[in-house]
Antibody, heavy 122, light 107 residues
Framework: EVQLLESGGDLVQPGGSLRLSCAAS????????MSWVRQAPGKGLEWVSV????????NYADSVKGRFIISRDSSRDTLYLQMNSLRAEDTAVYYC???????????????WGQGTLVTVSS | DIQMTQSPSSLSASVGDRVTITCRTT??????LNWYQHKAGKAPNLLIY???SLQNGVPSRFIGSGSGTDFTLTISSLQPEDFATYYC?????????FGQGTKLEIK
């Protein structure tokens, strides 16, 4: 059974940093692209970032480009999102999601974690 | 970027009804359109991928169709557990984009 467990969400001040983790199990981690998707309070889903199964081709939404970094550690079967220069508008539940193939193209989100809440506020 | 227009934004229906949600894109995306169900406090759930392929374990009352720029999700006979918010998502090009969501409520 595929399981994705996010952690690292917290209350952080504007301008601060946070690193989210997503521990994966139940599948061959380095065979699938992984993404982060977020949902701000009262809003819809917003794709944030994707990385291929090999760790290549990271891509970002314009809203986080230059501030967030996606990475993965195949020895730990864990996906990360380093979030820097945080803004109030980054407040959201952050979900990690497993893609359907190793590449980032044409990916859909087959499995999702339960999410971790990031609150950016002074 | 490809923009998604999902309609309606909300919908009231009864158990047993047939409902249809539409998703339109600003450029052709072939069949690279996916549908998700999301209940508050839970992980989103993939229903349909590549416009019309039913994800494993999803009931057959969920039917996806369309190609190019116009897509639909039909629930053939609503069940109590289907009341949720539904999103379309294009996987044709990065940045991947979602529709704004359709909240399906009990009448």
């Amino acid at each position: 059974e595929v399981q994705l467990l996010e952690s690292g969400g917290d209350l952080v001040q504007p301008g601060g940093s946070l690193r989210l983790s997503c521990a994966a199990s139940g599948f061959t981690f380095n065979s699938y692209a992984m993404s982060w998707v977020r949902q701000a309070p009262g809003k819809g889903l917003e794709w944030v970032s994707v990385i291929s199964g090999t760790g290549a081709n990271p891509n970002y939404a314009d809203s986080v480009k230059g501030r967030f970094i996606i990475s993965r550690d195949s020895s730990r079967d864990t996906l990360y999102l380093q979030m820097n220069s945080l803004r109030a508008e980054d407040t959201a539940v952050y979900y990690c999601a497993k893609g359907a193939a190793i590449v980032v193209t044409a990916t859909y989100f087959e499995h999702w974690g339960q999410g971790t809440l990031v609150t950016v506020s002074s | 970027d490809i923009q998604m227009t999902q309609s309606p934004s909300s919908l009231s229906a009864s158990v047993g009804d047939r409902v249809t949600i539409t998703c339109r894109t600003t450029q052709s995306i072939s069949i690279y359109l996916n549908w998700y169900q999301h209940k508050a406090g839970k992980a989103p759930n993939l229903l349909i991928y590549d416009a019309s392929s039913l994800q494993n374990g999803v009931p057959s009352r969920f039917i996806g169709s369309g190609s190019g720029t116009d897509f639909t999700l039909t629930i053939s006979s609503l069940q109590p557990e289907d009341f949720a918010t539904y999103y379309c998502q294009q996987s044709y090009s990065i940045p991947f984009t979602f529709g704004q969501g359709t909240k399906l409520e009990i009448k």
